[in-house]
Nanobody, 127 residues
Framework: QVQLVESGGGLVQAGGSLRLSCAAS????????MHWFRQAPGKAREFVAA????????YYADSVKGRFTISRDNAKNTMYLQMNSLKPEDTALYYC????????????????????WGQGTHVTVSS
């Protein structure tokens, strides 16, 4: 079992930055690839970024590539999402998620394939 708690969301102006954190409980955190998703009002939940269990591989949605950076600290059981050059379209509820895979599987990034979710943290980007 893995329990996930996100933090770090808030209100920021366009062009600004935020750093999200996802704290995990349980000794299995370091065994799983970790992911960020987001869901804007009235829209489906979408994949944002992923990182392998050993942090050697990362993968990003095209919409955030070059602006967001995912990282993790297995000693602290924590994953991060550094978000720079934020745009109003980045406004959403951001979730961290995990499934029992060590490596990133880009073939299937559908939310339904993830067993563990946090409660989400709100990010609002004003124009």
């Amino acid at each position: 079992q893995v329990q996930l708690v996100e933090s770090g969301g808030g209100l920021v102006q366009a062009g600004g930055s935020l750093r999200l954190s996802c704290a995990a409980s349980g000794r299995t955190f370091s065994s799983y690839a970790m992911h960020w998703f987001r869901q804007a009002p009235g829209k489906a939940r979408e994949f944002v970024a992923a990182i392998s269990w050993d942090a050697k591989s990362t993968y990003y949605a095209d919409s955030v590539k070059g602006r967001f950076t995912i990282s993790r600290d297995n000693a602290k059981n924590t994953m991060y999402l550094q978000m720079n050059s934020l745009k109003p379209e980045d406004t959403a509820l951001y979730y961290c998620a995990a499934r029992t895979l060590k490596y990133i599987n880009i073939v299937d990034l559908s939310p339904s394939s993830y067993a563990y979710w946090g409660q989400g943290t709100h990010v609002t980007v004003s124009s």
